[in-house]
């Protein structure tokens, strides 16, 4: 059974930065495909991130060139780069694997969800 543990997140200002953490255990993390998703108060969970066992990645428009997924097999963890960071980045942020195909952003084809790190851009 692989349990994910998020951390990392905090309060920052418009234009700040914030490094988010995932820690897996359980499983073999070095083959699992992994992803970030977001939800913010009264809205749907939203997909953010993706990174496959090779480091392949794919973004959602909405951070793409602001936010950076990657991995450290060796540490089972993965990160969340996030840069010019916005007020509409507000959110509790959440990882996941990925069990269904690659290229998914459905929250349904992702599973062994963490429980959330809160994530406050303020203007």
């Known amino acids: 059974q692989v349990q994910l543990v998020e951390s990392g997140g905090g309060l920052v200002q418009a234009g700040g930065s914030l490094r988010l953490s995932c820690a897996a255990s359980?499983?073999?993390?070095?083959?699992?495909?992994m992803g970030w998703f977001r939800q913010a108060p009264g809205k749907e969970r939203e997909f953010v991130a993706a990174?496959?066992?090779?480091?392949?990645?794919y973004y959602a428009d909405s951070v793409k060139g602001r936010f950076t997924i990657s991995r450290d097999n060796a540490k089972n963890t993965m990160y969340l780069q996030m840069n010019s960071l916005k007020p509409e980045d507000t959110a509790l942020y959440y990882c996941?694997?990925?069990?269904?195909?690659?290229?998914?952003?459905?929250?349904?084809?992702?599973?062994?969800w963490g429980q959330g790190t809160q994530v406050t851009v303020s203007s």
């Open positions: 996941a694997v990925l069990r269904g195909d690659w290229g998914s952003r459905s929250s349904s084809a992702f599973g062994y």
């Open positions: 359980g499983g073999t993390f070095s083959l699992n495909n």
């Open positions: 990174i496959n066992w090779r480091t392949g990645t």
